[in-house]
């Protein structure tokens, strides 16, 4: 099983965007196809949550806390899996992670996300 990579995080002022990306270069591409990838986030002292998901066709679905402001993409081809964040509050302060939305994929470092208010 492949592991994914992230990237893309960084330090951002509330109102800002930041898009941050996983490649799972491991995974089989038929494999990676099959599954709905999503992006979920853990911040200090708080448990991982799912923030959106997305079918290898591209329907995807949002938690109501970024419903309007983040938008989750795919690119099969090349296994990677998009989130871009608009609008970021201090409270999307978080490490951000993808995996399947039934966590099939061990674990990656994720991608620290910092919105300062």
């Known amino acids: 099983q492949g592991q994914p990579v992230e990237s893309g995080g960084g330090l951002v002022q509330a109102g800002g965007s930041l898009r941050v990306s996983c490649k799972v270069s491991?995974?089989?591409?038929?494999?990676?196809?099959?599954?709905?990838m999503a992006w979920f986030r853990q911040a200090p002292g708080k448990q991982r949550e799912l923030v959106a998901t997305?079918?290898?066709?591209?329907?995807?679905n949002y938690s109501d806390s970024v419903k309007g402001r983040f938008t989750i993409s795919r690119d099969n081809a090349n296994k990677k899996v998009h989130l871009q964040m608009n609008s970021l509050k201090p409270e999307d302060t978080a490490v951000y992670y993808c995996?399947?939305?039934?966590?099939?994929?061990?674990w990656g470092q994720g991608t620290q996300v910092t919105v300062s208010s």
């Open positions: 491991r995974a089989i591409t038929s494999v990676f196809n099959s599954k709905i």
């Open positions: 997305i079918t290898r066709l591209g329907t995807s």
């Open positions: 995996n399947s939305d039934t966590r099939e994929f061990p």
